[in-house]
Nanobody, 125 residues
Framework: VQLQASGGGLVQPGGSLRLSCAAS????????VGWFRQAPGKERTFVAA????????NYANSVKGRFAITRDTAENTIYLQMNSLRPEDTAVYYC???????????????????WGQGTQVTVSS
């Protein structure tokens, strides 16, 4: 599975962006999918994920109510709608996928075998 993330850019505080992650090589319908981010000098952290079998969705507390993760199975694509962006949301955002993630590990980067290349999001005035 290859993942290609896009949609990052420079946005002012309070603005919105939608990230996309196109999967190729295999249909990811039965894969749990998600997003992580990494700010300069910091560890990679969980943002959001969808578990494939029960479609449960988890969000990091820092993005709840502002970000929304969705998937389009027909397009084999994952999305992350980001609203009310803050300077602290500045990071490289990575999409992830794996067929075998258990619920308790949705927020763990080591649970995902497939990673996209990352797309930069900068929130600044």
């Amino acid at each position: 599975v290859q993942l290609q993330a896009s949609g990052g850019g420079l946005v002012q505080p309070g603005g919105s962006l939608r990230l996309s992650c196109a999967a190729s090589g295999r249909t990811i319908t039965r894969y749990s999918v998600g997003w992580f981010r990494q700010a300069p000098g910091k560890e990679r952290t969980f943002v959001a994920a969808i578990k494939w079998n029960d479609r449960s969705i988890n969000y990091a507390n820092s993005v709840k109510g502002r970000f929304a993760i969705t998937r389009d199975t027909a397009e084999n694509t994952i999305y992350l709608q980001m609203n009310s962006l803050r300077p602290e949301d500045t990071a490289v955002y990575y999409c992830v996928a794996d067929p075998s993630v258990i619920t308790s590990s949705l927020g763990s980067p080591t649970a995902y075998r497939y990673w996209g290349q990352g797309t930069q999001v900068t929130v600044s005035s």
